[in-house]
């Protein structure tokens, strides 16, 4: 589902003319199965949000390929990324990153929107959505006038709309109290047992990475590999 | 993304800071009215200088002198002439005025018409034409006639007789017209035509004419010409006395059955700037013709040049009213920088988002245009309307009650509509071009 062959990302801080190469990740290859939850695990700085912007299309590597849903994704224009992520991509923030002038409804309604669905059928879909999530009451709140949970749901909503295969979490759980991450965490599990979605989680959390079939982990930008079994974390240098 | 959703968006946006977007609206609005008012004083000036002070028909007529014929002109129009020049393009009437050719003695209750003569005018072609009237209406029966402003003047040597009555109290009233002929034996025969006074000619321009005319229409022509047996009613010569004769016996008249002969025909084009087109078909069919539409060409050039002057300085009004719009738009994409990461992020199309925003600032330039318009509207009336009292109030002057100060033909208002609508979108463009580039990363971050 996504393949990164021998990727390298640096930034360049500073001023022009005088700037400074930050080196984020070398020579990573990884692969995500089709239905897998994997979960990318690492410090602070490691590397995990950079790899998870690539995925998305937010940034481009300094070198390497990438393929999503079979489709080489590193060429592709702004245009064409923008196509491909509404198609192929759902994502979830930890700062949830819904728009705070839009209601729930509008919030969970924006891709069918940007994807030029019907009124009627748009209607339809987003209550039944937000019925799955839970938050259906709150069609008519502004995010401003809900919880942090109810957000999250709402953005769980905005993500899964569409359907895609693939969704990607950056900490989704890291504005959470413990019983909304729970309840986060289930939903992810049944979401990918019904409707197969793959899901990509980048996070430091042990509950998290513990719904995973597999963790990624990278350190110093540079992939180990390490299994979550039994919620222990155990690194194998690469 | 569909339109309606575009449009739903930028409802939105737009409800967001209400203030700031009247305030844009304003001065789009102000920029569109200004522009409107000051090209509408020059197509106001126009019309009523050249017009209305030179005369509607003036401008748009063609006098016919005649016709080429094979050895010199040959000044007689006839019907089939009239026929031609009717059928030619944007040719609106072809008018002719034939003085009857005998004086009828028109009298109204008794009291002899200070009348100079009886002229036939055809009035179907006159009403297109626009014979002015300064009283009543043209006639719509044969037996309806139109008199002269001047017709109850009598004068002292060539100053008119103080206190005469005006000639619209004659509106209404029946005129007599008594018609002569000779009879084959010599005896004079008349008949007494009662005709009714429905209008009165518009008074002469100038001080020292007068119009003392009856001008009646081809109804009652007929009905003098049955009487007549003659064209125009001309009176039959005394037949020579052949034993005590000093002179010839005179020309006979022609009769009905002869071909007519029309005088004074003048072609009204449907608009002065049709009149140069027309002269010069009718030229080459060898009609001999002049129009005072030659000599106009220099004015019209000059408000041509005035009217392009005025609207330039409207549109830099307009183009300072776009940094206001460029500003709105720029705050507002600034604004919004963190939705636009959001709606990128999940998948928005860089050109739905500049779509959204150079629907905003379209929006901004149509309504600003639309109240510029009713406000450029507005003010033009009151000004047509209150000049002339200021004027009068001030420099005791008379303006003519159809001059008009300002005029806007729906072409200016669409005109300058589309300038600020075009301006509005070129201020937004950049600002919406700016927003197709904003950094998801940095949007999502809150880092913008």
């Known amino acids: ?238 | 993304m569909k339109l309606t959703d575009q449009f739903r968006f930028v409802r939105q946006n737009m409800k967001k800071n209400k203030t700031r977007l009247f305030m844009t609206v304003l001065a789009t609005a102000m920029g569109c009215s200004f522009l409107i008012v000051l090209a509408s004083v020059g197509f106001g000036l126009q019309k009523s200088i050249v017009d209305k002070v030179v005369g509607d028909r003036l401008v748009t007529a063609i006098d016919i002198y005649g016709i080429e014929s094979v050895k010199d002109i040959n000044r007689i129009i006839g019907k089939e002439n009239l026929d031609y020049l009717r059928s030619v393009d944007h040719v609106k009437a072809v008018t002719y005025r034939n003085y009857v050719q005998q004086s009828l003695s028109p009298t109204v209750e008794g009291v002899a018409a200070n009348n100079n003569g009886v002229i036939n005018v055809d009035f179907d072609a006159e009403t297109k034409a626009g014979f002015g009237l300064s009283a009543g209406r043209l006639p719509q029966n044969p037996n309806e006639i139109v008199v002269g402003f001047n017709i109850r003047e009598s004068r002292d040597g060539k100053q008119p007789k103080e206190n005469t009555p005006p000639a619209k109290e004659w509106l209404g009233k029946v005129m007599n017209l008594e018609v002569q002929q000779l009879a084959e034996d010599g005896t004079k025969q008349k008949q007494t035509i009662p005709v009714t006074i429905v209008g009165i000619s518009k008074q002469p321009s100038r001080e020292w004419q007068t119009d003392t005319m009856v001008y009646i229409g081809n109804g009652l022509l007929t009905q003098i010409e049955t009487f007549t047996q003659t064209q125009w009613g001309a009176i039959r010569p005394p037949k020579a006395d052949k034993d005590n004769s000093d002179q010839p016996p005179g020309n006979q008249p022609l009769g009905l059955q002869d071909p007519r002969q029309y005088n004074s025909v003048q072609v009204i084009a449907d608009g002065a700037n049709h009149v140069k087109a027309i002269a010069e078909e009718i030229r080459l069919k060898g009609y001999y013709s002049h129009s005072i539409a030659d000599e106009l060409k220099q004015i019209n050039l000059v408000f041509l040049i005035m009217k392009i002057g005025l609207g330039f300085v409207g549109t830099i009004a307009v183009l300072i009213a776009s940094i206001g719009i460029f500003n709105t738009m720029t705050m507002a994409v600034t604004e919004r920088a963190q939705d636009i990461g959001i709606m990128k992020a999940i998948g928005a199309h860089p050109s739905a988002i500049q779509r959204i925003f150079l629907l905003e600032s379209s929006m901004i330039g149509l309504l600003g245009a639309i109240m510029g318009t009713i406000v450029a509207y507005l003010i033009s009336f009151a000004v047509n309307a209150g000049l002339p009292i200021v004027i009068k109030g001030f420099m005791n002057e008379n303006i003519p009650d159809d001059f008009r100060f300002s005029m806007i033909p729906p072409s200016l208002a669409i005109v300058s509509c589309l300038i600020s609508l075009g301006v509005a979108l070129l201020s937004g463009s950049r600002p919406a071009r700016r927003a197709t580039r904003i950094d998801v990363l940095r949007a999502l971050r809150r880092d913008l």
């Open chain 1, 1 to 238: 589902m996504i393949e990164m062959n021998r990727i390298n990302h640096q930034f360049a801080i500073g001023k022009k003319g005088k700037e400074r190469v930050i080196p984020v990740l070398h020579d990573i290859d990884m692969q995500v199965k089709q239905g897998e939850i994997v979960a990318i695990v690492g410090r602070s700085g490691s590397g995990k949000s950079t790899l998870l912007n690539l995925m998305s299309g937010y940034i481009r590597p300094t070198s390497g390929e990438i393929r999503v849903a079979g489709q080489a994704v590193t060429s592709l224009s702004e245009g064409e990324w923008a196509n491909f992520r509404l198609a192929h991509l759902g994502f979830m923030f930890q700062s949830f990153q819904l728009i705070p002038s839009m209601t729930a409804f509008e919030n969970a309604e924006l891709p069918l929107v940007l994807k030029g669905i019907g009124l009627a059928q748009r209607k339809k879909k987003v209550m039944e959505m937000l019925e799955q999530v839970g938050v259906a009451e709150y069609a008519g709140h502004y995010p401003g006038e809900l919880s942090g949970g109810q957000q999250q749901r709402v953005s769980v909503a905005r993500s899964l709309i569409l359907n895609p295969p693939i969704v990607l979490a950056d900490e989704p759980t890291g504005s959470l109290d413990s019983d909304n991450e729970s309840q986060l965490l289930s939903m992810i599990q049944h979401l990918n047992q019904d409707r197969g979605t793959t899901f990509v989680l980048i996070t430091h959390d042990e509950q998290v990475a513990s719904i995973a079939h597999r963790t990624i982990t990278l350190k110093d930008g540079r992939l180990l590999n390490a299994y979550a079994t039994g919620g222990t974390l155990v690194y194998e240098t690469h």
